[in-house]
């Protein structure tokens, strides 16, 4: 059984950093494409960053780019957000997601090539 679970979220003020995480089970995790999305109240789901099997590729959405780093430990079956310099308008519900198994060196940006999703973890960040 495929999981997926989040975890690392929380209350931060403006300016502040946050790490989530999200471990995997279930399936080969070590070649798998993995990404991470969110969804603020009343928006629709933002894809942020997505990282390739081994971490040698990632790409970011230019809302995050410089604040964040996606980043991941294929022995641990954990993949990272580390958040930095948080403003207000980063405020949402963040998902992991699972791509699928590929040994490409370039990650996926589309929320419909991610086939499993986390339950996510809610970050908040006050002004």
């Known amino acids: 059984q495929v999981q997926v679970v989040e975890s690392g979220g929380g209350l931060v003020q403006a300016g502040g950093s946050l790490r989530l995480s999200c471990t995997a089970s279930?399936?080969?995790?070590?070649?798998?494409?993995m990404g991470w999305f969110r969804q603020a109240p009343g928006k629709e789901r933002e894809w942020i960053a997505c990282i390739n099997w081994n971490g040698a590729a990632t790409s970011y959405a230019d809302s995050v780019k410089g604040r964040f780093t996606i980043s991941r430990d294929n022995a641990k079956n954990t993949l990272y957000l580390q958040m930095y310099d948080l403003r207000p308008e980063d405020t949402a519900m963040y998902y992991c997601a699972a791509d699928g198994p590929s040994w490409a060196d370039y990650c996926s940006t589309l929320g419909a090539d991610f086939n499993y999703w986390g339950q996510g973890t809610q970050v908040t960040v006050s002004s």
């Open positions: 279930g399936y080969s995790f070590d070649n798998y494409r």
